[in-house]
């Protein structure tokens, strides 16, 4: 798969001046969006297979990509679903073959839709990654940052053992202090991916950019 390596450029120098406003806001209000039909039909397909076998616990893998993270993990936790979504077509739809194999189900859908879906659906994740998310490191895009988008509560309904990993830590960062702000302590640490994880970890890796992973109990 191309993936970037370029380092992250930001006119941001620090936690951009509106993360907690913007954070306390989607805190307090519900997100009215309307769902998109495809990510319901997704969101139903997931269920179904879920349904199909005794219950598991769920390891949520959003924004897998191709799926290479959510292949390890099924392959690291056999009595759990890994569920890996993305919403790009060209790079889960080239994993079709592997869709619904064993305890691994990689999906098409929008995150900001499938979140809120499986929120009211009741679900609860055993953990919950999301590895490499788009950066938008313009300052005037925050609120295409996972902890700027009004689905950011959703993501914390959900519970579980939250890792989300970077090659900004300034992303982290912010994440962090949504968290905080949201009642969450989370812990922060800068790591060396031996065994790379996903496209992006790889391609980070071999260009010797650091990279920082942060984690929560969100339960
Ligand atoms: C930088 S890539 C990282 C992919 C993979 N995790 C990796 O590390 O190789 C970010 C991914 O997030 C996906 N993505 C961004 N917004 C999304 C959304 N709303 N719903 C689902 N996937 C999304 C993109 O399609 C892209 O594949």
Redesign the pocket.
């Known amino acids: ?1 191309k ?1 970037s390596s370029k380092i992250i450029v930001s006119n941001q120098a620090g936690i951009h001046e509106n993360l907690a406003s913007i954070v306390r806001k989607h805190l307090e209000s519900e997100y009215r969006k309307p769902v998109a039909d495809h990510t319901k039909r997704a969101f139903a397909a997931v269920c179904a297979r879920l349904e199909d076998v005794p219950a598991r616990p769920i390891i949520l ?6 799926g ?2 959510s292949r390890a993990l099924a392959a690291q936790f056999p009595d759990h679903w890994v569920v890996g ?4 077509e060209s ?2 739809m080239r994993e079709r073959p592997t869709l619904f194999r064993d305890n691994l189900i990689l999906m098409r ?4 839709d ?1 979140y809120r879906l499986a929120v009211e659906a009741g679900w609860t994740l055993a953990r919950h990654y ?5 950066p938008y490191p313009k300052s005037v895009h925050i609120k295409r940052r996972w902890h700027g988008s009004p689905v950011f509560p959703y993501m914390l309904k959900l519970g579980g053992v939250f890792e989300m ?1 970077s090659n900004w830590r300034l992303y982290l960062e912010e994440f962090a202090a949504a968290l905080e702000i949201a009642g969450h302590s989370s812990s922060l640490e800068s790591f060396e991916a031996d065994e790379p ?5 790889r391609k980070y890796s071999e260009s010797a950019q650091p990279l920082y992973r942060l984690s929560a109990d969100l339960d």
């Open positions: 798969m993936t893998d959003a924004c897998c990509g191709v290479d993270s979504i993305d919403k790009s790079r889960i859908a929008d995150l900001v499938f999301v590895l490499y998310p788009n990993r994880l996903t496209a992006f970890e």
